[in-house]
């Protein structure tokens, strides 16, 4: 998938190789999300975070965002610190609670409407609304934890000459390497080869596809086989530029193999349409649960993830046991 200042790297929302940064923060500090804030006029668009989802810094870093207790860098990365940690500290004395009626409740209805709030929201792009139960959205975190504290987890990825992005990565089957945009067996910065995609997600993401192409027969999008997932933890000021995913291979693309996306957690304030204008972009909030599809004729399509919305799931995140923040999963097949 391409990230550039439009994609990662030349695509996935991320800033070209060629494309000179633009340096918006000051503070040395992986962490500039704060600053960032400060330094951004108070109406500035969203095209400023496509222009960057990611701040220039001057020296190396650790976040020390208040949101994200666990310092990490690269470079801490790099010599083996091991990765950062996307369920919250367990605190002594506190104990963790039955999910609450209200979230209960919240499941319920978002699931037993789960269908008929499903959209197909242009050709080759289908919203399955609270897809994920709770107790998947549970495991899959679980899941992410384990894999991101180890040998190939979690990461503060970055283009280089300090530009970071707005967010935490970890890839599971093949590295996606926001430098290059390109794809790999192991990352360049220590070596480490992703971890497996766990066979549980496997299974999910071929449900969803199963049950969009029943929901939406006349937008039958073809079944993958993912051996990329890019795992993306968004603290509350997180955020990735309008890109396209098209690091996959030509054939991939060509097919319309669609990319499947999870989100747990905080909604996300999500933008998608043909071009890189945020201003002409469609607007969606993504909740806790919804799968997004997007294949065949949507294949190509700019997307990209202006806000977290921190008010989006009191009680939720205790349940599921994550951080402040939200979790994105996109499988893909290269
Ligand atoms: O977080 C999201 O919803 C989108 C993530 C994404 O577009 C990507 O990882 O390429
Ligand atoms: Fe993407």
């Known amino acids: 998938m391409e990230r550039s200042g439009s994609g ?104 037993s409407n789960s269908n008929s709030n499903s959209l197909l929201l242009r050709p080759g792009m289908v919203l399955l609304r609270g897809y994920l139960s709770l107790s998947d959205q549970k495991k899959i975190v679980e899941r992410c934890r384990e894999l991101g504290v180890g040998v190939g987890g979690f990461y503060q990825p970055g283009y280089g000459e300090g530009i970071e992005m707005h967010l935490k990565m970890m890839c599971l089957g093949k590295n996606w390497d926001p430098l290059t945009s390109q794809y790999g067996e192991q990352r360049p910065f220590d070596g480490a080869k992703p971890p497996l995609i766990p066979p549980e997600f496997l299974t999910l993401v071929s449900n969803a596809l199963r049950d969009s192409n029943a929901l939406f027969p006349h937008n039958n999008l073809p079944s993958i086989s993912p051996d990329i997932c890019i795992v993306n933890f968004y603290s509350q000021t997180g955020r990735l530029g309008l890109h396209q995913d098209k690091d996959e291979s030509t054939d991939s693309l060509r097919r319309g193999l669609p990319v499947v996306s999870f989100s747990i957690g905080y909604s996300a304030q999500f933008l998608y349409g043909d071009d890189r204008d945020p201003d002409k972009a469609q607007k969606l ?50």
Do not use: M
């Open 285 to 334: 909030q993504l909740e806790s649960g919804d799968v997004l599809i997007f294949g065949g004729p949507s294949r190509n399509v700019f997307h990209g993830v202006t806000a977290i919305d921190k008010a989006s799931a009191p009680n939720l995140l205790q349940h599921i046991n994550l951080r402040p923040g939200r979790l994105n999963l996109t499988f893909r097949q290269y």
């Open 8 to 111: 990662r790297g030349g695509g996935r929302g991320r800033r070209s190789p060629s494309t000179p940064p633009v340096v918006v923060g000051k503070e040395q500090c992986g962490c500039v999300r704060g600053s960032e804030e400060k330094n951004q006029p108070q109406n500035s668009s969203p095209d400023s975070h496509s222009d960057s989802d990611s701040v220039g810094i001057g020296v190396a870093k650790l976040n020390i965002c208040d949101d994200v207790d666990k310092p990490l860098s690269s470079a801490a990365a790099a010599v083996g610190e091991g990765g950062f940690d996307i369920c919250p500290r367990k605190q002594p004395g506190i104990v963790v609670l039955n999910p609450s009626l209200l979230v209960k409740n919240r499941e319920r209805r978002r699931s």
